[in-house]
């Protein structure tokens, strides 16, 4: 079972940008899917990017599309996700989750709905954006 772990969190200002690694062994092939998802306190965890096993398309909800970049590297075993213009409402435990091969990346929306898709999950990374 995959066992990612998540780096990079920390404190940023609003307009700042951070870079969060998720990284495991198996992200070494084109096997798995790689999503990221966020919780906010009090909120639902939501998701927020996608990379997709097949092709490495990227997905992303609509309130970080343009902002984000999710991407990967198979020789470093990791996926990425950079994040600018971050505001005070991107302030989160940021999450690491796979899935194998098949995924539901192309209908991320900002939501919870597809956690369920997901079954190996890091631990998180607090990301925290002061104004």
């Known amino acids: 079972e995959v066992q990612p772990v998540e780096y990079g969190g920390g404190l940023v200002q609003t307009g700042g940008s951070l870079r969060l690694f998720c990284i495991a062994s198996?992200?070494?092939?084109?096997?798995?899917?790689i999503a990221w998802f966020r919780q906010a306190p009090g909120d639902e965890r939501r998701d927020v990017a996608c990379?997709?096993?097949?092709?490495?398309?990227?997905y992303y909800a609509p309130s970080t599309k343009g902002r984000f970049t999710i991407s990967r590297d198979f020789a470093k075993n990791t996926v990425y996700l950079q994040m600018d213009n971050l505001g005070p409402e991107d302030t989160a435990i940021y999450y690491c989750?796979?899935?194998?091969?098949?995924?539901?990346?192309?209908?991320?929306?900002?939501?919870?709905?597809?956690?369920?898709?997901?079954?190996?999950w890091g631990p998180g990374t607090q990301v925290t954006v002061s104004s």
């Open positions: 990379i997709s096993s097949r092709d490495s398309s990227t």
């Open positions: 989750a796979a899935r194998f091969k098949l995924s539901p990346c192309a209908y991320f929306n900002g939501t919870s709905y597809y956690i369920r898709h997901f079954g190996s």
């Open positions: 198996e992200l070494a092939t084109s096997d798995y899917a």
